[in-house]
């Protein structure tokens, strides 16, 4: 254990936007003020001035969130301008990372109090003009999405590790033979378990407005989602393929933001913490398996921890495809009904720089809920990368 152990006191999120949904019209730098001041809300007694750093993580940066969009949102927020903040990023793990450098600077003494996030506007990302080798080109440009997956190509990277994220979890699918019934099937309990999750109050304290927005709750969950709705739809990627609409996370809007810091910042905070932060690791694999990456992160952030699997008693894994949850899973051999016990990402969404904070924030809650000691929040990053957590629930210790 650390001289200074860290420890989550707080974690919030906004909705979960759709695609060119309710939260469109929402900038991201807004988006990540929006959640900050929701977090600061949830802890009145803290000062903010005390908070010696902002990391936020971010996947695009192209558009209105560029420029460090945490000290964005810091300035935003009307924080005190002598508030530092710094913009990671690491993909679809942008904001696990952001913890995890956050609990760093904690155990290191650099920090007494910090806060984590990310955030994401899909709906917002740009498109991007490169600029020509020469001077006055004749021909046509081509506009390139900033949404999701590679653009601008570096043409020296091997063609197998530049495949579309959906083409590379069917080779996935392939390597491991998950079947699309099974693939189905996890979605459709994503679906359920998300919605009775919002029924049953969990998200409530969770989950703060964005204003000025009428959305109270995460906009793509399907209630009425079944393995029969789901069987009629068509694969994506391929005609013959396994993967759909309906068993991938879709595209998302959202932010995230969760409350870092020492024991002693208890004192400041005006509230006792949620759990620590036990062990942290990251992974990398061959780019197009970066699905399976989450495997060997979680195996060593259990390692840091000084626990096994035995001992897990909560898992998070954000969910970008069922058939790499599923793989991970297998791989893993946990119980599946420990695993995001209230939805995932293919119902709740996956904004990319803003789900480690989700997944996070809503672990250290089942925690709590359900009496249990450890957990693990573990995510996968596209080119090949994977990002886990381990919580210790500080009243089951």
Known sequence: MPSSPAFVYSAVRTPFGRYAGALSGVRPDDLAASVLTGLLAKTPDLDPARIADVVYGNANGAGEDNRNVARMAVLLAGLPVTVPATTVNRLCGSSLDAAMAASRLV???DAEVAVAGGVESMSRAPWVLPKPPKAFP??????????????LVNPRMPQEWTVSLGEANEQLQEKFGISRERQDEFAVRSHRLADQAWNDGFYDDLVVPVPGVDLDRDEGIRPDASVETLAGLKPVFRADGTITAGNASPLNDG???????SEQAASHIGRAPLARIAGRGAAALEPQLFGYAPVQAAEKALAAAGIGWSDVGAVELNEAFAVQSLACLDAWK????????????????HPLGASGGRILGTLAGVLRERGERWGVAAICIGVGQGLAVVLENVDAA
């Open 334 to 349: 946990v119980d599946p009904e420990i695993v995001n016990t209230r939805g995932g990402a293919i119902a709740i969404g």
């Open 107 to 109: 155990e290191t003494g």
């Open 138 to 151: 004749a021909g046509n440009e081509t506009l390139v999405s900033t949404t999701l997956g590679w653009r």
């Open 255 to 261: 932010a995230s933001a969760v409350l870092v810091g």
